[in-house]
Nanobody, 127 residues
Framework: QVQLVESGGGLVQAGGSLRLSCAAS????????MGWFRQAPGKEREFVGA????????YYADSVKGRFTISRDNAKNTVYLQMNSLKPEDTAVYYC????????????????????WGQGTQVTVSS
C-alpha cells in the first residue's frame, strides 16, 4: 500500500523559506514521477512541480520557477520541496503525489496523471 506523508509546513513571513518533505513508502519508487501541488482556499488544486525519481530531472510551474526546488533522497525514499522567497500568494495546502506511469512531462501538471496523494501540509505566508 502506497503511503505519502508530507511534513514541514508552517507559518513564515514573506521572503522567508520552508522545506517540505514527502516520505514515500509501500513501493519501489525509482520509476515513479513525484509531483507537488497546492490548493488555496476557494481555488482549484494547481501544479507546483514534479521530479522524475530515476533521473532527478525536475519541472516547475512558471509561478514558482526560480524560487522553488524539488529534489529527492533515494536512501530515505523522500522528496523535498525547497521554497524560497515565499510570497503571501504561496499560501495553500501543499500535496505530494506519485505517478506510476510516465506519460511525459507534458502531463505532469495534470492531477489525473497521479495515482497516489498525500494528506497535505499547510503553508501560510504572512505579509
Amino acid at each position: 500500500q502506497v503511503q505519502l506523508v508530507e511534513s514541514g509546513g508552517g507559518l513564515v513571513q514573506a521572503g522567508g523559506s520552508l522545506r517540505l518533505s514527502c516520505a514515500a513508502s509501500g513501493r519501489t519508487f525509482s520509476s515513479y514521477t513525484m509531483g507537488w501541488f497546492r490548493q488555496a482556499p476557494g481555488k482549484e488544486r494547481e501544479f507546483v512541480g514534479a521530479i522524475k525519481w530515476s533521473s532527478g530531472n525536475a519541472y516547475y510551474a512558471d509561478s514558482v520557477k526560480g524560487r522553488f526546488t524539488i529534489s529527492r533522497d533515494n536512501a530515505k525514499n523522500t522528496v523535498y520541496l525547497q521554497m524560497n522567497s515565499l510570497k503571501p500568494e504561496d499560501t495553500a495546502v501543499y500535496y505530494c503525489a506519485a505517478a506510476q506511469f510516465d506519460y511525459g512531462s507534458y502531463y505532469y501538471h495534470s492531477r489525473g496523471t497521479y495515482d497516489y496523494w498525500g494528506q497535505g501540509t499547510q503553508v501560510t505566508v504572512s505579509s
